[in-house]
T-cell receptor, first 115, second 111 residues
């Protein structure tokens, strides 16, 4: 149990385009999901906290208009990178916190490359 | 963000050795301390976690030691194997909040 999926696993896009990444909790409900970004050989940096049915809470320095988060159901959160640029290239990882326990389960990550 | 300080940055041990990774935290409100294992190109996977009401927890070859007064916790890997070579992250949070991660330790187990 406690499986989190992400789609796509890898995406390459041109500068200026928008990319949507989906995060799904497959066998549990998650009122809260988190989005992290990880650069090579670095730790996970929290970008935003996503709550079902309400606006996301963004960490300091994260542009909310650039990284749009929607949490439309108890099992799905999406991150849209708008007008992507090469500096947005990174590994994006979501996690979902089980409503039944204070445990976070991570997705497999999405590798975004902006040309 | 509240910090979680992790050391060492990298670690090399021989097969069968016992690598130890240490973490220290600042926020006394933290009540959940997990360790994650991450392989290149993959998301982190929960390895083992502890809460502050116990001082030690074992799961298979992995042991967490927790020192509440010192605000420190550590991961011990018994009988380490080459397959354990990965990056390990400690983390901490207070119920309802996001996990705060340490900077990671790259472990290499030589055969």
């Amino acid at each position: 149990g406690a499986v989190v999926s992400q789609h796509p696993s890898r995406v390459i896009c041109k500068s200026g385009t928008s990319v949507k990444i989906e995060c799904r909790s497959l066998d549990f409900q998650a009122t809260t999901m988190f989005w992290y970004r990880q650069f090579p050989k670095q730790s996970l940096m929290l970008m935003a906290t996503s709550n079902e049915g309400s606006k996301a809470t963004y960490e300091q320095g994260v542009e909310k208009d650039k990284f749009l988060i929607n949490h439309a159901s108890l099992t799905l959160s999406t991150l849209t990178v708008t007008s992507a640029h090469p500096e947005d290239s990174s590994f994006y990882i979501c996690s979902a916190r089980s409503d039944r326990a204070n445990e976070q389960f991570f997705g497999p990550g999405t590798r975004l490359t902006v040309l | 963000q509240q910090q979680v300080k992790q050391s060492p940055q990298s670690l090399i041990v021989q097969k069968g050795g016992i690598p130890i990774i240490n973490c220290a935290y600042e926020n006394t409100a933290f009540d959940y301390f997990p360790w994650y294992q991450q392989f290149p190109g993959k998301g982190p996977a929960l390895l083992i976690a502890i809460r502050p009401d116990v001082s030690e927890k074992k799961e298979g070859r992995f042991t967490i030691s927790f020192n509440k007064s010192a605000k420190q916790f550590s991961l011990h890997i018994m009988d380490s194997q080459p397959g354990d070579s990965a990056t390990y992250f400690c983390a901490a949070n207070q119920a309802g909040t996001a996990l705060i991660f340490g900077k990671g330790t790259t472990l290499s187990v030589s055969s």
